[in-house]
T-cell receptor, first 114, second 112 residues
Framework: DTEVTQTPKHLVMGMTNKKSLKCEQH?????MYWYKQKAKKPPELMFV???????INESVPSRFSPECPNSSLLNLHLHALQPEDSALYLC?????????????FGSGTRLTVV | DAKTTQPTSMDCAEGRAANLPCNHS???????VYWYRQIHSQGPQYIIH???NNETNEMASLIITEDRKSSTLILPHATLRDTAVYYC?????????????FGQGTTLQVKP
């Protein structure tokens, strides 16, 4: 299995809702990442997990809460989002946080906040 | 991290070589050059990386100038499926903090 699977593919949520994005990989990768991508912009790094521990938080607002329950799973919990948080959320994994090559990205969850 | 400069867009005829340039004049000695691409509606895909020697794999070739201030990604026989945004990224190898930071990239349009 050489894929990163993200669910759901599309999500519409209200500003008072709580929802979660899920990311799964079975490549034995020990680093996992969340990126946010607005339309026609490059992906922006949000969080990095290394060996199931949060390694980097790029000053992301607390309404985004990451979780890494085990080495194969990465969640992003969403609460009280704003319409400007609407974007494509990409998950990625790599063999090790120290290596910038060989990232495998999922196809993303397209989030719309209404 | 060193910054990169890439042309906003490029066209290439199908079957011809696509040469995508990248300037990274402030690159440090321990920083690698990485190339990723993003096809519409998909996540980015790793292509190739290098430090100072030229590199080739099944997807592309990477040519890095001797002074390491610029590089060129070469797709030898571009197809319509190579239409994508191509990102050139420089980042440390060893001691890397784990940040893969994307710049604006080059939109490559391969035309029939």
């Amino acid at each position: 299995d050489t894929e990163v699977t993200q669910t759901p593919k599309h999500l519409v949520m209200g500003m008072t809702n709580k929802k979660s994005l899920k990311c799964e990989q079975h490549m034995g990768h020990r680093a996992m990442y969340w990126y946010k991508q607005k339309a026609k912009k490059p992906p922006e790094l949000m969080f990095v997990y290394s060996y199931e521990k949060l390694s980097i938080n790029e000053s992301v607002p607390s309404r985004f809460s990451p979780e890494c329950p085990n080495s194969s799973l990465l969640n992003l919990h969403l609460h009280a989002l704003q319409p400007e948080d609407s974007a494509l959320y990409l998950c990625a994994s790599s063999q090790d946080q120290r290596k910038n090559y060989g990232y495998t990205f999922g196809s993303g969850t397209r989030l719309t906040v209404v | 991290d060193a910054k990169t400069t890439q042309p906003t867009s490029m066209d290439c005829a199908e079957g011809r070589a696509a040469n995508l340039p990248c300037n990274h004049s402030t690159i440090s000695g321990n920083e690698y050059v990485y190339w990723y691409r993003q096809i519409h509606s998909q996540g980015p895909q790793y292509i190739i990386h290098g430090l100072k020697n030229n590199e080739t794999n099944e997807m592309a070739s990477l040519i890095i100038t001797e002074d390491r201030k610029s590089s060129t990604l070469i797709l030898p026989h571009a197809t319509l499926r190579d239409t994508a945004v191509y990102y050139c990224i420089v980042s440390p190898g060893s001691g890397n903090t784990g940040k893969l930071i994307f710049g604006q990239g080059t939109t490559l349009q391969v035309k029939p």
